[in-house]
């Protein structure tokens, strides 16, 4: 089962998008991941509890790229057309089983990485989505996910840094967009209030 829902996936539709993230087309998850890789439109959402840690997620063994890593809370890809906080939402929900009242964007990181197990590449215009929730741990569907954490930012970086194996390579610039947007040590108290753009390679 948990194979025909990683194969399901693949076949689903990315929208690809232009220099400026604009939507020219689309093509299937697995063709849009394959080298050299099409830019293409995805998410990457980061929730915060009341004092500032950042939930990650420990991606599964049958994840099609970068399995068994560290990540933030979650990723995806929303359909052609589609709502990218609708996307996330969703997706929240089938690997989080959470429910997010609010998720406001922080910013788009455009990155492209090689997965170094074989031929995989992500090559994503990402929009960073940013939320708050209370402090327990969600219950995650371990078809996606096989364990989640609490972690304080600024230590988080620091064992990127030391062990960049460890964790997704998108990881570090989603982090650095969202601690742009706004000071996540109170972050109770504010919201993000402005954007931006960024773009890393590995």
């Known amino acids: 089962?948990?194979?025909?829902?990683?194969?399901?996936?693949?076949?689903?539709?990315?929208?690809?998008?232009?220099?400026?993230?604009?939507?020219?087309?689309?093509?299937?998850?697995?063709?849009a991941h394959r080298p050299p890789g099409y830019l293409h439109r995805a998410f990457s959402v980061l929730l915060y509890d009341a004092s500032g840690r950042i939930l990650l997620q420990r991606r599964s063994a049958v994840k099609t790229r970068f399995p068994q890593r560290f990540s933030n809370t979650c990723c995806g890809h929303p359909a052609p057309g589609q709502d990218v906080v609708a996307a996330a939402s969703i997706r929240l929900m089938e690997e989080l089983n959470l429910t997010v009242t609010e998720l406001t964007e922080a910013g788009i990181y455009r990155y492209r990485a090689a997965d170094p197990r074989g031929d995989q590449v992500e090559h994503e215009w990402d929009h960073v989505l940013v939320g708050v929730i209370s402090d327990g741990l969600p219950d995650p569907n371990?078809?996606?996910?096989?364990?989640?954490?609490?972690?304080?930012?600024?230590?988080?970086?620091?064992?990127?840094?030391?062990?960049?194996?460890?964790?997704?390579?998108?990881?570090?610039?989603?982090?650095?967009?969202?601690?742009?947007?706004?000071?996540?040590?109170?972050?109770?108290?504010?919201?993000?209030?402005?954007?931006?753009?960024?773009?890393?390679?590995?």
């Not at 948990?2 to 697995?30: N, Y």
């Not at 990881?171 to 402005?194: C, Q, Y």
Request: a negative charge.
């Open 142 to 202: 371990p078809a996606e996910v096989s364990e989640c954490a609490w972690a304080d930012p600024a230590e988080l970086l620091g064992r990127i840094s030391t062990a960049p194996e460890s964790y997704t390579p998108w990881l570090r610039g989603v982090l650095e967009i969202a601690t742009h947007a706004a000071d996540f040590t109170h972050v109770g108290n504010k919201k993000p209030s402005t954007r931006g753009s960024v773009s890393g390679s590995s």
């Open 1 to 31: 089962m948990t194979t025909e829902i990683r194969s399901d996936r693949e076949a689903l539709l990315v929208e690809l998008v232009d220099e400026h993230g604009r939507a020219i087309g689309s093509r299937s998850v697995a063709e």
